[in-house]
């Protein structure tokens, strides 16, 4: 059996850890445990005698906490993966974050690492060099929703990031509005706005939770994520396993690649207006059942090269 460990605040990190076989562990806010409360999570988890013991992300709470597996000596039993970029340490909390989970896997504290962006080097770290892949979440229980609903009139985008510039949320909202092929474009942000004479397009709505954000994909034609920087997305992953093509930036996966999925959907300037809303007039000329075929077929592949690099890794 293996036990998944994450922080529950960050969305992306758990939903990807979230769609993962195994236990899962959601770990609160940073200050939500004491130290007695970790000391006794670890004895818990201690107690549960997992096969492997995956750490997704670091902060404060999850690095005390490998601290305390490790000296309960289940080192062996201890992976992590970082669901991020050197970029990112121009935070120095990222930075801190990062460079204590390099200083456990040095020390021997955990077995191996992964940082989940490619062509990552950094010596006498254990690191696992091909890359994870994220997985498809369970969508069984949707799988007669999604066959169902389709757009009504069409022309309909969905771009479900909000936050820092990095999602690149206001180029793709309006490489869309300036296209005659697009009707309506829903963004999760109340207060977005884009030049008063191509506003009028832009659908603002208030994210809630994630089957909210399932129901948009399922009721748009396609989604946009051509974010300035990503890992393995899961926005895209969970996009294309409802059978809805994603725009993307190019990702540089060591796989599938060559896919024809890829060549339609991705974006090579994501800083250029013109060039995405070329690729997304691209995606809407193809017709809805040969974009879903293809969506499913390269998640398909995805999803198999996941399980098999997590095997891998995990070395089950």
């Known amino acids: 059996d293996v036990l998944h460990i994450f922080q ?21 806010p940073e200050g939500a445990l004491d130290h007695a ?3 006794a999570l ?18 404060e709470a999850l690095g005390d906490l490998v601290e305390m597996l490790a000296a309960m000596g289940l080192s062996k039993k201890l992976f992590l993966v970082i669901h991020g970029a050197p970029a990112q340490w121009c935070s120095p909390l990222e930075a801190r974050y990062a460079f204590r ?10 077995r191996r690492l992964h940082v989940m962006k490619p062509g990552f080097e950094l010596p006498n770290v254990p690191l696992y060099k091909p890359m994870l892949f994220n997985i498809s979440p369970n969508l069984l229980h949707m799988s007669d929703f999604a066959e169902k609903i389709s757009p009504s009139r069409g ?3 969905f771009i479900p990031g909000w936050g820092t510039w990095t999602k690149n949320i206001h180029t793709s909202a309006l490489a869309a509005a300036i296209s005659e092929c697009v009707r309506s474009v829903i963004v999760f942000d109340p207060n977005f706005g884009l030049p008063s004479f191509v506003n009028k397009k832009i659908n603002r709505m208030i994210f809630k939770d994630r089957e909210q954000t399932f129901n948009l994909i399922l009721s748009s034609d396609v989604m946009m994520n ?11 992953v969970e996009a294309q396993a409802l059978g809805r093509a994603c725009l993307r930036r190019p990702l540089f996966l ?7 999925y890829v060549e339609l959907t991705q974006v090579s300037d994501v800083t250029s207006v013109n060039e995405i809303r070329m690729t997304l007039e691209r995606v809407l000329a193809v017709p809805l059942a040969e974009r879903r075929d293809l969506a499913l077929d390269y998640q398909s592949q995805s999803d198999r090269i996941s399980i098999g690099r997590y095997q891998e890794f995990l070395e089950l």
């Open 8 to 28: 529950q605040q960050w969305f992306g990190i758990r939903a990807a850890a979230g769609s993962l076989p195994g236990y899962k562990l959601a770990v609160g």
């Open 37 to 39: 409360s970790k000391r």
């Open 101 to 110: 989970a390099f200083d456990f896997g040095r020390s021997g504290k955990i």
């Open 254 to 260: 060591d796989a599938l690649e060559e896919h024809p």
């Open 42 to 59: 670890a004895r818990k988890i201690q107690q549960l005698k997992p096969q492997r013991i995956v750490i997704h992300g670091m902060s």
């Open 155 to 157: 022309g309909i985008v």
């Open 226 to 236: 051509v974010s300035m920087t990503d890992c393995h997305p899961m926005v895209n």
